[in-house]
């Protein structure tokens, strides 16, 4: 089966630095990747997807990346708030795994004042 | 629009006992998923749909059932609870397969004892 893994260690930061989250994933390369935050008690809000042949995609302050030789995804929060606080899940679907999506168990990010 | 609605919000089951989780969603989303999250482990797939009356397995259906009589509703059935049924469960829905993001409810707590 595919795997995909997150850094299941707790990442602490100073408010207006950038945070650096990592989706590492094994074999072949997944078709998309997909990026949602967790806050606790509630459900994943989706953030950003990107595509296999997409080097680079952002939003606002955040940007995610897709190195394939790497095999991995970086995802980053510039000018980072403590309002940023949350659990970032990646996740990845592929072209012949139907219609399901493989969730890693996520990165916890706390952003101190 | 609600989004997609989960209740309950809390049970506790004693083990052999049976129920059903409710989801609908009023976006007129043709995928429904459910997925289970253990602490820390990230969301595994139990089943989902693709439309009305289409369901299939995801990567932990044993010990669930579902069915999709309507494209609003996405009721999971559990037939003889077990402690290692004991997660919070997501239900999502998407508007076309996993290269689309999906939207989840807020999750239902399940405890059996």
């Known amino acids: 089966s595919q795997k995909i893994e997150q850094n299941s260690e707790a990442l602490n930061i100073q408010e207006g630095k950038t945070a650096t989250l990592t989706c590492n994933y094994t074999n072949y390369s997944p078709a998309y990747l997909q990026w949602y935050r967790q806050d606790p008690g509630r459900g994943p809000v989706f953030l950003l997807l990107?595509?296999?042949?997409?080097k680079e995609k952002r939003k606002e302050r955040l940007k995610v990346t897709f190195d394939t030789t790497l095999k991995q995804s970086l995802f980053h929060i510039t000018a980072s708030q403590p309002a940023d606080s949350a659990t970032y899940l990646c996740?990845?679907?592929?072209?012949?795994?139907?219609?399901?999506?493989?969730f890693g168990g996520g990165t916890r990010l706390m952003v101190k004042p | 629009n609600a989004g997609v609605t989960q209740t309950p919000k809390f049970r506790i089951l004693k083990i052999g006992q049976s129920m059903t989780l409710q989801c609908a969603q009023d976006?007129?989303?043709?995928?429904m998923y459910w997925y289970r999250q253990d602490p820390g482990m990230g969301l595994k797939l139990i089943y989902y749909s693709v439309g009305a009356g289409i369901t299939d397995k995801g990567e932990v259906p044993n010990g669930y059932n579902v069915s999709r009589s309507t494209t609003e509703d996405f009721p999971l059935r559990l037939e003889l609870a077990a402690p290692s049924q004991t997660s919070v469960y997501f239900c999502?829905?998407?508007?076309?397969?996993?290269?689309?993001?999906?939207?989840f409810g807020p999750g239902t707590r399940l405890t059996v004892l």
């Open positions: 976006m007129n989303h043709n995928y």
């Open positions: 990107i595509r296999e042949n997409e």
């Open positions: 996740a990845r679907s592929d072209n012949n795994a139907g219609n399901m999506l493989t």
């Open positions: 999502a829905s998407s508007y076309t397969g996993p290269y689309n993001e999906q939207f």
